[in-house]
């Protein structure tokens, strides 16, 4: 089963100090933390903060290449793979059919946001990583985000 998600606020991985995209179960209380590097994680903020770059990102030429093409991408879905390593899925619709391509989750979130698709999440990969199916630290998560000095993000503040 699908389950529709959306972006919801940046995090830290404590343990492996890098960044963490939290993606919310639209309609329920789930939150899926997503790894994601740094590069990544600033082309996620560049979209959810609004931020104008004078020149365009990877992402973005990713995206024009799409278009150029005469395709939308119509929807991104999260899966496990054969081995159970978190795997994205791009559906893109062109003007004869619709084709896949696999890539990482932090791609396929930025893509995602670029375009203003919708995204989705397998139940299973809700089940392995949203423990309990609770948001995974509620008001412990938020003071600790609330709490990060975001200068080590470069001259973007995050919120």
Excluded: W
Aim: charged share 25%; glycine share 8%; with cysteine.
């Amino acid at each position: 089963m699908l389950v529709k998600v959306e972006f919801a606020a940046f995090g830290i991985d404590s343990k492996k100090n890098s960044p963490i995209v939290f993606l919310r179960e639209i309609g329920g209380t789930r939150m899926l933390p997503v790894p994601v590097g740094p590069l990544e994680a600033s082309a996620i903020a560049i979209e959810t903060l609004k931020v104008t770059v004078q020149k365009p990102l990877t992402i973005d030429v990713a995206k024009s290449i799409l278009e150029q093409f005469g395709g939308t991408l119509s929807r991104t879905i999260l899966f496990l793979d054969g081995s159970a390593h978190l795997m994205a899925r791009l559906e893109i619709a062109g003007p004869d059919k619709t084709r896949s391509a696999v890539c990482r989750p932090c791609d396929a979130i930025a893509l995602s946001l670029r375009t203003r698709s919708p995204l989705y999440a397998h139940e299973e990969v809700l089940l392995k990583y949203c423990r309990d199916g609770k948001t995974g630290g509620g008001d412990t998560l938020r003071n600790h985000i609330a709490s990060l000095d975001t200068l080590g993000f470069g001259m973007y503040h995050l919120e």
